[in-house]
Nanobody, 119 residues
Framework: VQLVESGGGLVQAGGSLRLSCAAS????????MGWFRQAPGKEREFVAS????????YYQDSVKGRFAISGDNAKNTVYLQMNSLKPEDTAVYYC?????????????WGQGTQVTVSS
């Protein structure tokens, strides 16, 4: 399985960026696609996710109202529209696919894309 991310970059505070992630390599049945991020010196944290089985969407509290996750189930693609960016949003953003297998769950990760927000 390969997750290819794009869309990171440098933006001023208050600006916007859109991240994209396309998954390929296998057919997914029950799965969740989402985004995590890791800032320097911090642990990786959840940002947003969409469950293609139930259409449930979740966000980390700090990004609610600013970020929006969307995607195309048929294309195994997920997007993260990030608006009103803040310096504290600076991090490496990772695309994640969590599959629900008969024996449990499995996580696939992208290589990460850097998002830097200047003040």
């Amino acid at each position: 399985v390969q997750l290819v991310e794009s869309g990171g970059g440098l933006v001023q505070a208050g600006g916007s960026l859109r991240l994209s992630c396309a998954a390929s390599g296998r057919t997914f049945s029950r799965y969740i696609m989402g985004w995590f991020r890791q800032a320097p010196g911090k642990e990786r944290e959840f940002v947003a996710s969409i469950n293609w089985s139930s259409d449930e969407i979740y966000y980390q509290d700090s990004v609610k109202g600013r970020f929006a996750i969307s995607g195309d189930n048929a294309k195994n693609t997920v997007y993260l529209q990030m608006n009103s960016l803040k310096p504290e949003d600076t991090a490496v953003y990772y695309c994640n696919v969590k599959t629900m297998e008969t024996w449990g769950t499995y996580d696939y990760w992208g290589q990460g894309t850097q998002v830097t927000v200047s003040s």
